[in-house]
Nanobody, 115 residues
């Protein structure tokens, strides 16, 4: 059974930092791409950052230079370091992977940035 469990969200002031974690089980973590997505109220879910099994990364333009995705294959965990947070970063953040011909999502973690 695939499980993705996010943690690390919270309330932070603008300009602050948070680090999100997503622990995976039930998949061959080292060979799959992992992604972080977010969904703000009234908006569609959007890709924030992704990391392939070869550690190639991709970022949404809105977070480039502020967010960093990384992965620790030994710990089966993907991270999202978020710096210089802005109120518009407020959203529920989800991690996602594809395994067994389907998408798998975590339950999400709330990030709230106050101005």
């Amino acid at each position: 059974q695939v499980q993705l469990v996010e943690s690390g969200g919270g309330l932070v002031q603008a300009g602050g930092s948070l680090r999100l974690s997503c622990a995976a089980s039930g998949i061959a973590f080292s060979i799959v791409a992992m992604g972080w997505y977010r969904q703000a109220p009234g908006k569609q879910r959007e890709l924030v950052a992704s990391a392939t099994s070869a550690f190639s990364t991709n970022y949404a333009d809105s977070v480039k230079g502020r967010f960093t995705i990384s992965r620790d294959n030994a710990k089966r965990t993907v991270y999202l370091q978020m710096n210089s947070l802005k109120p518009e970063d407020t959203a529920v953040y989800y991690c996602r992977t594809a395994w067994g011909s389907r998408d798998h999502w975590g339950q999400g973690t709330q990030v709230t940035v106050s101005s």
